[in-house]
């Protein structure tokens, strides 16, 4: 990439000279590629070792224009490419700028190392915004929601704890570790070169297995089923994950669906009843495969009155939990934390744990009964994808758009194009009509359910989909994008192609059924659950926006016989190396 390249530098690396040297030489040797950030003085005896001693390579500065998107493109960047992401924030404002996409990392289980500046800690060095922008312990407005954090002292302090965080940071059960570095030692010079680590040494913890007779528990359970249902959750991000979760659902005779928000068996496989409403309903006994909230998965969602969607948590499937369980549970935060009754637990790395439970499987299932099963399932499953296909063309011609079109178009668009599918619409998703091959092919949500993660994190996945060679795609949501949409000026500034399709709904409409839920239980007019929240009047001109940012745009794109051209178009913009943003008006459902 030939943008941002430092000039009059000797050849070659020099020996680290001052303590950011230090930090930057570390970095390299833990092979990070990018560092996002958004500059603050705070680091910038570490922004000037990125440039001037690492040559701005390895890693390569990133600029976003604010910090929620530098950790957000950090955060799409790990779960696209399965390795450490890396972001840099300043001191504390930039911090709590950052916070809420730290959160949603944590929630999401992405291993991420956050740098940030702080200090000067030597009273006599600080500058008269340090006092108001630094604290005693500048870690503690993220400590509650990241797995490890340090404020290191001195240059090989600098070295342990960066090293330290990257291991933590890895280990499952993963999530964001915080360093912040003392501004002070950054900027001061070296009395004597600091040794690197053999970071072999340092490695993150292993796969972790599983208890032997929560195996064989789980398999007699499953053997004994008589309609076995397999879920599997964020596993989906591991491309090995796809073959591993076919096994057990063949050779059981499974029906399967994906956990909200994952892919792991292809699409078109003829036992993937994603989808189906009833099909857990209808389960004996279910294997949830690294369901982070199993709760969620099992219990029904409700917008009614709190409370009344409760279940009596004594009926229902036996539940075999195959996952690290509560190890990532934190004390702060209830996220995942609701009363969960689990039949057997299987505390292990999901892949490790489940290739054990197969092993231990082959000798107990009945193929006959695995056989009749198949057969119904595929039944199941055929007319399943009837329903869904009849779907699409009840509401192929409506006007405004309707997003099951819009997903549909927008594959017809790629579907021959090798793509990375980043982002897309949620609740409005039509299961069974992209193919999507299997995990790894979509990069899954927030985490968190924090609004404004989605254009960082489709720039990031778009940018590890460029250097693998394929397009990033994404469906956004037009309050996601408005919330950041200066991610799209990082995307055409480093030349990062994507398609970028604009769901534009105009409102924030995930809470127009719950006003209107709570006006109908108090008895007042339901009508004007739209009040607060639709974004028109003015309507904002999406595709002009992304065009002040450098974008190739069009929109927005009202009539449905105009979509399939627009996005034909945006699909060669993109392919030509351009950040191709297609705005789209549709309805809400």
Known sequence: MSVERPAGLPAGRQPAAWGSDVVVDLLAAMDLSYLPLNPGSSFRGLHDSLVNHGGNAGPRLLLCLHEEVAVSLAHGWAKATGRLGAAAVHDLVGLQHASMAVYDAFCDRTPLLLLGGSGPADPAQRRPVDWIHSASTQAQLVRDFTVWDAEPMTPAAFVADVTRARQRALSAPCGPAYV???AGVQEAALDRQVPLPDLARHAPAPPMAADPASVERA?????????PVVVAGRVGLDPRATAAVTEVVELLGAAYRDDRNTVVLPTGHPQNCTGDARLLEDADVVLAIDVVDLNALLRSRDRGPRGAGSADQRTGP???????????QPSWTHAFGSPLARDVQVLADPLTGLAQLVATLRDQVDSAAAERRTAQVAERVRRLREAQAAELARRWDDHPISPARLVAETWAAVRDVDHLL??????TWPEGVWQLPGAGSYLGHSGGGGVGYGPGALVGGALAARDRGQLGVGIIGDGDLLMASSALWTAAHYRIPALVVVNDNSSFYNDEPHQAEVARHRGRP????????????????L???????????????????????????????????????????????
């Open 318 to 328: 036996l539940v075999i939990d195959l996952s690290h369980g509560d190890l990532g």
């Open 219 to 227: 398999a007699e359970a499953l053997a004994a089923a008589r309609f």
């Open 422 to 427: 980043c982002l897309r619409n949620t609740r």
């Open 543 to 589: 595709a002009g926006l992304a065009r002040s940012y450098g974008c190739w745009a069009e929109g927005p794109v009202e009539d449905p016989e105009d979509l399939a051209a627009a996005l034909d178009r945006g699909r060669r913009a993109a392919l030509d190396g351009a950040v191709a943003v297609v705005h789209v008006r549709t309805s809400p459902r």
């Open 180 to 182: 912040s570095l003392d």
């Open 526 to 541: 339901e009508e004007n659950s739209w009040i607060g929240m639709r974004i028109s009047d003015p309507a904002v001109d």
